[in-house]
């Protein structure tokens, strides 16, 4: 019974979706500013720039409760291969993201995780080339190469994942040979 009120959920927001997709697009491109939160995670611009979703914390001072806003806003990153994308709940879902993600992360990248293995999958790779770019360029941007990630994800070889990994900055080099499986001793000269 859940499962089925879930899908009449998804069904109604997905023609929402729809509906508020004509009206954004209707009125000359996409700006980030003017969509709706519930559509803004990995959506790109009309003049390409990706849009992200920011988390706004306000605090009344007369009933002394706080509130949070979530604000889409343009950000410094640029896409470019799209404009005007407003990414699909089929990506989403494929690609292990969450529809209200606040910023732009690739903290997940670096570990066997659910979302890894979502990105990673052949479904996200060959039919979200939105998001596979948002993250080929997050993920060059720590030093790493998405691609061979993926490779190290598929086969589980801890050894290519840690050398395809950025060592961790706050233990520095002492924690990320810790944490690798394949750590040398230092040699006795």
Same mark, same amino acid.
């Given at each position: 019974?859940? *499962?089925?009120?879930?899908?009449?959920?998804? $069904?109604?927001?997905?023609?929402?979706?729809?509906?508020?997709?004509? !009206?954004?697009?209707?009125?000359?491109?996409?700006?980030?500013?003017?969509?709706?939160?519930?559509?803004?995670?990995?959506?790109?611009?009309?003049?390409?720039?990706?849009?992200?979703?920011?988390?706004?914390?306000? !605090?009344?001072?007369?009933?002394?409760?706080?509130?949070?806003?979530?604000?889409?806003? +343009? +950000?410094?990153?640029?896409?470019?291969?799209?404009?005007?994308?407003?990414? $699909?709940?089929?990506?989403?879902?494929?690609?292990?993201?969450?529809?209200? +993600?606040?910023?732009?992360?690739?903290?997940?990248? *670096?570990?066997? +995780?659910?979302?890894?293995?979502?990105?990673?999958?052949?479904?996200?790779?060959?039919?979200?080339?939105?998001?596979?770019?948002?993250?080929?360029?997050?993920?060059?941007?720590?030093?790493?190469?998405?691609?061979?990630?993926?490779?190290?994800?598929?086969?589980?070889?801890?050894?290519?994942?840690?050398?395809?990994?950025?060592?961790?900055?706050?233990?520095?080099?002492?924690? !990320?040979?810790?944490?690798?499986?394949?750590?040398?001793?230092?040699?006795?000269?």
């Amino acid at each position: 019974m859940a *499962s089925k009120i879930t899908k009449g959920v998804y $069904s109604v927001v997905f023609a929402l979706f729809c509906l508020q997709s004509v !009206f954004v697009l209707g009125e000359g491109g996409v700006e980030c500013e003017k969509l709706p939160v519930e559509m803004c995670a990995f959506a790109v611009s009309s003049t390409g720039s990706r849009c992200v979703l920011e988390k706004k914390y306000s !605090f009344a001072a007369a009933t002394h409760e706080a509130s949070i806003q979530y604000q889409c806003q +343009s +950000s410094g990153i640029v896409a470019e291969k799209m404009m005007e994308w407003i990414e $699909s709940e089929e990506c989403v879902q494929a690609c292990g993201l969450q529809r209200m +993600s606040v910023g732009m992360s690739t903290d997940d990248l *670096s570990a066997y +995780s659910h979302f890894t293995s979502k990105l990673c999958s052949d479904k996200c790779q060959n039919s979200c080339p939105n998001v596979v770019d948002l993250y080929l360029n997050l993920a060059a941007g720590e030093g790493m190469y998405l691609p061979q990630l993926c490779d190290a994800h598929k086969t589980r070889s801890r050894r290519m994942m840690y050398q395809t990994a950025p060592a961790p900055a706050a233990g520095g080099v002492k924690a !990320f040979i810790l944490a690798s499986a394949t750590a040398y001793a230092p040699t006795p000269y």
